[in-house]
């Protein structure tokens, strides 16, 4: 017998995530609350085989109402967090983090971080036909101006009309997305847009997506929607591919769930939008 130090009799140590193949880790998401599950429903379509760690930072949502310097702190407690569950990678899963963290993230931490709005502007430049593109966000994205820069380094003959949304988070949050209150809130909000016969919409916010519906029966099939959940998974994929990080096939645990406070309201809200009921959720403080 060559020698691994272990005779066959000898019972083997489940191995501690430490020692799992980094391609078996897990893929770490975080968002305010449960607006990053748009982000992670992409990824499970996309990327069938891997695991996936989720945290919603529901003591603290919204995130877009407050400093950067706020923002940024929070973002680094979740990303933290996740990189404590031997994550592979990190999924910034929110538009407010992404536009003031991203980058101290990055390089705080060595394992790939991937936000959302490079992919969102990508896919916006990919669809609009006229160059006139609309920008909905929470106040602390549309202030940064980040979907702006990322839009013009893209193509910087694109015109950019942007407008922040505070309602639309507590509505998703509620699960109002449907609701009359949210169809009245969106036409007032919209209104400026629209008049600047915008052809593409970026819903430049995780928690938008799920009033998509209501959205798009208020522009019209004239005007695409651009969820960045779908371009984001894209860039999961072929980052995790280039870098060998991909899980090879196999049938994965379900999403484990974090969230730091309200657990049975993220159940609620989360488990309608993805359509399946989350269970154990587990809440933890971060700080
Ligand atoms: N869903 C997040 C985003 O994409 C955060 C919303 C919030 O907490 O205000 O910006």
Known sequence: MTGTGFSPLTP?????PREFK??????????SGVGGLTVLRELRRRL??????YLGDTARVPYGTKSPQT???????????????????????????????????????????????EPGARGALAATRTGRIGVIGTEGTVRSRAYE????????????????????????????????????????????????????LVLGCTHYPLLKRTLQELVGPEVTLIDSAEETAKTVAGLLAAQGLTH????????????????????????????????????????
């Open 12 to 16: 083997q140590p489940y191995p501690s």
């Open 22 to 31: 980094l391609s078996e880790r897990a893929i770490g998401i975080f968002d």
């Open 48 to 53: 069938p085989y891997e695991e996936l760690v």
């Open 71 to 117: 923002v940024a702190r929070y973002a680094r407690e979740a990303a933290r967090f996740l990189v404590g569950q031997q994550v592979k990678l990190l999924v910034v899963a929110c538009n407010t983090a992404s536009a003031v963290a991203l980058d101290e993230l990055a390089a705080i931490h060595r394992l790939p971080v991937v936000g959302v709005i």
């Open 149 to 200: 820069r990322a839009l013009r380094a893209g193509n910087p003959a694109v015109e950019v009309f942007a407008a922040a949304c505070p309602l639309f988070v507590p509505l998703a949050e509620e699960g109002w997305a449907d609701h009359e209150i949210a169809r009245l809130a969106a036409a007032e909000y919209l209104a400026p847009l629209l008049r600047e016969q915008i052809d593409t």
């Open 248 to 287: 090879g096939p196999a049938a994965p645990g379900l999403p484990r769930y974090f969230v730091t406070d309200a657990a049975e309201r993220f159940e609620r809200v989360g488990g309608a939008f993805l359509g399946a009921p989350l269970v154990d959720v587990a809440t933890v403080t971060l700080d």
